[in-house]
């Protein structure tokens, strides 16, 4: 009877297989009816092109854990490569610190190169914190200058300082990276003109701000 459940083990071998095939077939002609019902959506347009993936080999410029993501420097000199904490996570990585070299595979998006899958990964080079020079520690310094024009005379992000020239003045002011990163600037490059404050540090001139155009940013400390 329809609705009732039929106990195949009652029914001789040749009738199980039967029973066993109608039901098989009428869960397949469900299946295809959901298929058939489902929601779609329609693109428009030629489909996406193939996604190219490169595989660079590279070190850590910097890992920031509470951002949750840190950029590779490509040996190939490609631009830099942004590495999402989430892909340490999936691929099995510690965070790395600065200088760690890795290999990965990364992918073009829409705001620039991406990790995409970490292959391999080497602390031996890297600069942890407890080995750091002290000399690299950026110390506190006041600004006793107002904002002035200056040339990018040299600038290492790997190494992750430079040093700038004021017109006029031979004086090299000393350019850290953490200052840079305070107004969004990612690298510096010979003959660049930039605005920067500046007082005296404990090796001589060094920069508390610098910006690619004051009218741009936050409000100005005078």
């Known amino acids: 009877m329809p609705g009732e459940k039929r106990n195949l083990r009652s029914l001789p071998m040749e009738e199980q297989a ?18 058939e019902t489902k929601p779609y959506r329609v693109v428009e347009g030629p489909p996406p092109e193939e996604v190219t993936v490169y595989r660079i080999t590279g070190f850590i410029k910097w890992f920031d854990v509470a951002r949750g993501y840190g ?16 892909c340490l996570i999936r691929d099995k990585y510690p965070v790395p610190p ?10 073009l998006r ?19 914190p407890a080995e750091r020079p002290a000399r690299l520690r950026k110390p506190e310094v006041v600004p006793t200058s107002g904002w002035v024009e200056a040339t990018v005379k040299w600038f290492n992000r790997g190494r ?3 040093f700038l020239n004021e017109d006029d003045d031979p004086a090299d002011i000393f350019v850290h990276m953490e200052v840079l ?6 690298e510096l490059t010979p003959g660049q003109r930039v605005w ?27």
């Not at 950029?71 to 904490?85: E, S, T, Y």
């Not at 990163?181 to 990612?186: A, L, S, V, W, Y």
């Not at 920067?196 to 005078?222: F, I, N, S």
């Open 160 to 162: 992750g300082y430079g």
């Open 110 to 128: 829409q705001k620039g190169y991406q990790v995409l899958k970490v292959l391999q990964m080497d602390t031996s080079t890297a600069i942890h």
């Open 18 to 35: 039967a029973a066993r095939g109608e039901e098989q077939e009428r869960r397949d002609t469900q299946q295809e009816r959901k298929e």
């Open 98 to 107: 600065e200088g760690t070299r890795v290999v990965c595979d990364v992918v």
């Open 181 to 186: 990163r305070k107004t969004g600037i990612d």
């Open 71 to 86: 950029f590779v420097i490509p040996d190939n000199g490609m631009a830099d490569v942004l590495i999402h904490h989430s």
């Open 196 to 222: 920067v404050r500046y007082g005296e540090g404990p090796k001589g001139l060094m920069a508390t701000e610098v910006r690619r155009d004051l009218e741009e940013g936050p409000p100005l400390d005078h």
